[in-house]
């Protein structure tokens, strides 16, 4: 599995943003997906995952109710939503794939076999 991230950019404290992950090379339908930020100097951090039918969600508990994780099956993608940013939000965010033969949420980087490249979100004062 191939992903891409992509919906980074530079907002205002307050603002929103929306990033997407879109799969190449085969369906991630079967896969448990998540999304974890890196910012600078800093380790990469669990952000938020959903399961392969949507229908259960995990998210940092630092995040919750700031952030949204969802995705279309259709589409083969994967978005998060992330409204009332900060400037401590700044980071690089990257999707993440489990493996197909897993169905449990994680909340660490190495239980993700597949990761996207990475988009840079810098949210200014």
């Known amino acids: 599995v191939q992903l891409q991230a992509s919906g980074g950019g530079l907002v205002q404290a307050g603002g929103s943003l929306t990033l997407s992950c879109a799969a190449s090379?085969?369906?991630?339908?079967?896969?448990?997906m998540g999304w974890f930020r890196q910012a600078p100097g800093k380790e990469r951090e669990f952000v938020a995952a959903?399961?392969?039918?949507?229908?259960?969600?995990s998210y940092a508990d630092s995040l919750k109710g700031r952030f949204t994780i969802a995705r279309d099956s259709a589409k083969n993608t994967v978005s998060l939503q992330m409204n009332s940013l900060k400037p401590e939000d700044t980071a690089v965010y990257y999707c993440?794939?489990?493996?197909?033969?897993?169905?449990?949420?994680?909340?660490?980087?190495?239980?993700?076999?597949?990761w996207g490249q990475g988009t840079l979100v810098t949210v200014s004062s």
């Open positions: 959903i399961s392969k039918n949507g229908a259960s969600t």
């Open positions: 993440a794939a489990r493996s197909p033969s897993i169905t449990v949420l994680a909340r660490t980087r190495y239980q993700y076999s597949y």
């Open positions: 090379g085969r369906t991630f339908s079967n896969n448990v």
